[in-house]
Each structure stands twice: as C-alpha cells, then as structure tokens.
C-alpha cells in the first residue's frame, strides 16, 4: 500500500478507508496502536509481522521462552479485529474497549492521516503526520544522495 490520503474521524469514530486499500485488505483488519499510529494489517498481515519481530538472523521465538511468550501474548493483546463495513469504512473506537482513550491518546479524533507502508496501513494524527514528515524530507535525501 502506498500513498497519503486525508480523512476525518466522523461522529462514530469511524474512517473511510481509502478505495485503493479497500481493494488490498479483506473484510477484516487487525489494528495495531503503536509507535504513535494506528497500523492496519490483514489478519496474514498481520501474523506475518509478529513472526517477523521474532525471526531475524539466528533469532527464533521460542515457546518455552517466558519473555518470548510474555511479549508476543503483548503484541496479540493490543491488536483490535475490526470489519470493513460496506461504506468502507472501519471503527476506530474499537481501540478504546481493551484500554479506554486510547483513540484520544493517539490523537485520532478529527483530522488523520491514512498512510500506506508497504504491506499495511497506519492512521496517524494528521498534525503529528505532518511533523513526522517535515524530518523525513530530509533523512529522505541523504538517503537517496550519500
């Protein structure tokens, strides 16, 4: 997924997603509150992104590894499954029944962002998107010109 698309949080606090996502994801998405976004994944998505947390050179998760468990047991706790409904669109007050405010404390109320990253999607604070992008202009040069 890739692009920026401007969206407002309606009365539900539900959001639009994007018709070109829509076309990319299935009925149900997991979201993921983290790094100060909301990310999006397929439920594959999304279990291919723990696996890859935990499988990296001779990295492995471990079962029998309390930390292991204790973290993965984490990361499936603050996902959120949630429909597309047929306009669309998907509830981001879902996020507020395991930890209520969380939806405030990621600042999705209003105006977002909906932001492709590949194989998923994130939802950020529309204001904390565009500071993130005014630092990212530049990284994006050097990156580009050593």
């Given at each position: 997924?890739?692009?920026?698309?401007?969206?407002?949080?309606?009365?539900?606090?539900?959001?639009?997603?994007?018709?070109?996502?829509?076309?990319?994801?299935?009925?149900?998405i997991?979201?993921?509150?983290?790094q100060?976004?909301?990310?999006?994944?397929?439920?594959?998505?999304?279990?291919?992104?723990?696996?890859?947390l935990f499988?990296h050179?001779?990295?492995?998760?471990?079962?029998r590894?309390?930390?292991?468990?204790?973290?993965?047991?984490?990361?499936?706790?603050?996902?959120?499954?949630?429909?597309?409904?047929?306009?669309?669109?998907?509830?981001?007050?879902?996020?507020?029944?395991?930890?209520?405010?969380?939806?405030?404390?990621?600042?999705?109320?209003?105006e977002?962002?909906?932001?492709?990253?590949?194989?998923?999607?994130?939802?950020?604070?529309?204001?904390?998107?565009?500071?993130?992008?005014?630092?990212?202009?530049?990284?994006?040069?050097?990156?580009?010109?050593n």
């Amino acid at each position: 997924m890739t692009g920026t698309y401007p969206m407002n949080v309606d009365s539900k606090a539900r959001i639009t997603l994007p018709s070109t996502f829509r076309k990319e994801v299935e009925k149900t998405i997991k979201l993921v509150p983290f790094q100060g976004c909301v990310s999006g994944f397929t439920p594959e998505g999304f279990d291919a992104w723990v696996d890859g947390l935990f499988e990296h050179g001779d990295r492995h998760y471990d079962p029998r590894s309390r930390e292991d468990v204790r973290l993965r047991r984490g990361l499936n706790a603050i996902a959120v499954s949630v429909d597309i409904d047929s306009a669309g669109r998907i509830a981001l007050g879902k996020l507020d029944v395991a930890k209520p405010g969380r939806r405030e404390e990621f600042g999705l109320t209003g105006e977002v962002m909906v932001i492709g990253n590949g194989d998923h999607f994130e939802v950020w604070n529309a204001d904390k998107w565009r500071a993130e992008q005014e630092s990212l202009e530049e990284d994006l040069e050097s990156l580009m010109f050593n």
